[in-house]
């Protein structure tokens, strides 16, 4: 099952709206093969003509992480790192 179908059926069971943005991050997100900052995510979506702001980029970053579909880490004690969950 593909991460968008995980997504959408996880927003259906939980009530929760679809949104675009956040999809479109995570969908990027997936692309990267290893743990990533939101503000190279950010560049990457805006040269890919995504129209985002950082602050959103976060807030769907953060979302994912507690909806379960990403995990974070934090490098030197504050740099947040994320990366899609692998599956188990």
């Excluded at 069971?13 to 950010?42: E, F, S």
């Amino acid at each position: 099952m593909s991460l968008s179908d995980l997504l959408l059926r996880y927003c259906n069971q939980n009530n929760i709206r679809y949104a675009g943005k956040r999809i479109v991050v995570a969908l990027h997100l997936d692309q990267h093969n290893d743990y990533t900052d939101g503000d190279t995510l950010w560049r990457s979506l805006r040269t890919s003509g995504v129209k985002i702001s950082p602050a959103t980029v976060y807030e769907a970053l953060n979302w994912l992480e507690s909806a379960g579909f990403a995990e974070r880490k934090v490098l030197d004690g504050r740099k947040k790192m994320f990366r899609v969950k692998m599956k188990e």
